[in-house]
């Protein structure tokens, strides 16, 4: 995930796709999360120079993504082919994303101990999410991906265990990966 204020997280997921013509596509994506690390502003916030009081620290929690699933809609405008020293060309798609889907979160605190600040974070949420994507052809059934989808959805950032409103947060995920075309025979109309 990208601009988070508290605490980055890293996703390892999938996406299956069912490409309903070459321009839509219906899918599902799922991210489990596997790494949760803090952003230098919670570092600077945890540091012991900090005026912050150590009670006042040890009763907050900030959040993180356990995981993330989403149903969506694919829309491919832009697809071509671009040659590389007029010796290698290489096809490529831009396409749109549009879909809903659910963010499971928990608590984190700075001594690693659940406590009530952290159970208060601990929630499932309704997920919007739009996004952009370009897959770049290797060979006719495998492609590399880069992605960049906004999750949003309502809760705290922050909690001191009593303070428990929500507000709207975008979550900007970059995603990387390889897909993967089946049947890996391409169809050609005639």
Sequence with gaps: TLADPLNRNV??????????????????TFGYGVLSSPTSLREALEAPETQVPADTLSSLAT??????????????????????????????????????GFVNLSGVTQSGQVNAAADSLAVSTV???VGVGSRFYINDFI????GLRDYIYSSPVVSNGTNNDGELQ????LSVGLSFFLP??????R
């Excluded at 492609?143 to 880069?146: A, D, Y």
């Excluded at 975008?170 to 995920?173: A, D, P, Y």
């Design 11 to 28: 996703l390892a997921g999938a996406n299956l796709s069912f490409h309903l013509t070459n321009e839509f596509s219906i899918g599902a």
């Design 63 to 100: 959040t993180r993504i356990n995981w993330l699933a989403s149903v969506e809609g694919g829309y491919v405008p832009i697809f071509g082919k671009l040659s590389l020293l007029n010796s290698l060309i290489l096809n490529y798609d831009l396409h749109l994303i549009l879909g809903v």
């Design 127 to 129: 997920a919007p999410v």
């Design 143 to 146: 492609s590399f991906n880069v």
């Design 170 to 173: 975008n979550k900007l995920m």
């Design 184 to 189: 890996t025979a391409v169809k050609v109309s």
